[in-house]
Structures are given as structure tokens and as C-alpha cells.
């Protein structure tokens, strides 16, 4: 008899202590701290957008934590240095999520965003944004844990050619591209969608990255003599080359660019090839006054100096990263990666403080949105040239 009280208190306490123990694992994971890892160019040929990014990713989660984080739960930013590198990225993926239990990830290039899909599959515990905007990633089948935080490439020539046919219907247009994938990204869906739009691309001009000797290339657009010249896979170099010596030549082309070349800081070390310079962003700029953004605000009371697109783009990612963890909260739902693109893809007219210049949505893997902007040199700003131009709408 002794014997079966015993065993009903060993199994009655056994069963308390597991009850006990589930709770405590509950309030736990309720207190414990949300990771955002991150593989960052802080330094190499692509520092100057990490840097930017790294202030960005910074700023929105402190006002995240300082609001008292999501549902009590703060928000840690870890971060590695890659030089921008794929094996240096990967490696820092490794070591990140070997040392944390991370929910979400933003990765330096698309390189990585490849190589690392696989292993992001197989954990599937987070989902991951980055600097790459590159049209083979808008693809939620193939890529269904990650996303891109504004148009892809092939989007951004959309939103360019869609300004174009509206400006000059049936323009002529060259294109200027790196040999890159960056570069290669969105010429042959570009010519398809130039023809689709009453376009016609008169001249494809394609040179290494970085700077280079331009002059033969820029004879063959002086023959060609498009009415708009788009450039797309550079950050700066040899864009002002080739505006430079067009210019000179007495060429009336309309030169434009997408995101990684429209930073206001590089287009103002163009010089004088700046002046009239246009291109697509889908976030506003810092200095941007207006309409109400309360989100620039807060921006530019955080850094009353001027903060790059790199840094609007690595705070707005952490935005939409911490919105889908919300609404996975909010749902009482575990944060897998299934769950968070899930609570992602419930973004829906969804108000960014300004930062975007619409409300957006993210029935995908990208925001399809963006502006035309034209760099005054009287101002030494990037303006608005264009409304804000939303695809599939």
C-alpha cells in the first residue's frame, strides 16, 4: 500500500514538475530576446552601402526596443563583417546562427542569397532579406523564405520604362550594363517589356565594372542615339564617364539609373554629369519634406545629418522583418520561417511612416513600387520627377 502512494506521488509530482516545466519553457520563450543576424559589408568595394545599412538595421530596432520591443520581447542585432564576400557571408551565417537561435537574417549580395538558400531551407527557422534586389529572388517557390525589401531589378526597369512611354511614347532606349549578374539581371525581361510598351532598344552596351576607358562605347551610343539611356550593375563608376564624354559629343540622351546608383551623396560626386541624372527609388530620401513621413522624422532626429538609400534600405527591411514577427506574435504562432513570410505576405496597404511613399503590400517575395527622381544640381538633391508608380495596379 506504502508502495502505491509512493508511486502516486513520484508520478503525481513527475507530472506537476513536466506541467511546471512546460510553463517555464513558455514564459521563457516570451522573454527571450528575438535575433536579426546579419552578413554585412562593412568593409571592401561595397563598404560604403554596408555602413549604411548597419545604421539603418541599428536605428529601427532601437526604436523597436525602446517602445518596449514586440510583445515584451527585444529585438538583438548581431552582426559579422563579410568584405562582401560570398564565403566570408557564409561564414558568418554559420558562426551567427551556431551561436544564437535566429528569426531573421539579412544577407550582403545575391551570391549569398543562393548559396545560402539550401541550408536557410533546412533550418527553417527564419526568414532573410538583403542588399540584393535581383529578379531570380522574386520567386516565392524557389526562394520561400526570403524577400526583398522593395522592386526587384527587372520591377525597377518596369517602373523606368512605364515613366518613359508615358513621357516620350515610343522612345528610343539603350541599355548600359555591367558584365555581371548584378549587371545581366533585367536586360532580356527589359527588352521584352520595352517592346510590350511601344518601345525600342536601339543599343546594348555592356562594359566591366568599375572604372574604365568608355570612349569606344560612347561612339557606339553617339550612333545609336537613344532618347534615353537607362544604366543598371553600377554604383557610380563609369557612369559619370560616360554622361561626361556623351555630353561633350552634344548627345540629348536622358540618362537614368536604378537604386544602388541613386544614392544622393554619389550622384552629387558625379559632378557636372549629375545635373538632370534620373533614376528609380522606391523609398524617399532623408531630406524629403513631403506629405507626413513621421518615420524620416524620427530619422532625422536620430541623425540630423544626411543618411544614404543603403541606410533607408537596411531600416526599412528591419521594418518589414519585425512587422512579420509581430503579426506571427499576435497569431500565437511559433516563429518558424513558414510562419513569419506567412505573417509577411498579411502586409497589405500597410503604412511605412513615410518611408515608402504609399502604402504598400507584399503579396510576394518583393514591394513593387517606386518613384522616378531627377538630381537638381541648383539644389544638390535628388526630386521627385514622377508620382509614385506601384506595379500590378
Known sequence: MKLTLSRRSLIGAAMAGLTLGAVDARAQAQNEEIVLGGSIPLTGVFAFAGVGIHAGIQDYLKIVNDAGGIKGRKIKYVAEDTGYKVDASVAAFNKITGQNKVSLYYGDSTGFAKTINPELERKGTMIMAGASFASELNDPKKFPLQFLPGPDYTEMFGILMRHIAKEKPGASIAFVYSDTEFGRDPIAPGEKLATELGLKVVEKIVTPPGSVDVSTEVLKLRRARPDYTIFHGYVLAPIPEFIQQAKQMGMQSRFMGTFWSMDNSMVEKMGEAADGFMGVMPYRYYYDKEGTAPMLDKIRQMRPEYQSTAYMQGFVTAMLMTEAVKR??????????????????????????????????????????????RFDAKQKQMLPASDWIQLGK
Open 328 to 373: 506571427t506574435l499576435d497569431a500565437s504562432k511559433e516563429l518558424t520561417g513558414a510562419n513569419l513570410k506567412a505573417s509577411l505576405n498579411t502586409i497589405k496597404d500597410f503604412d511605412t511612416g513615410g518611408i515608402f511613399g504609399v502604402p504598400i503590400s507584399i503579396p510576394g517575395n518583393s514591394v513593387p513600387v517606386g518613384r522616378i527622381y
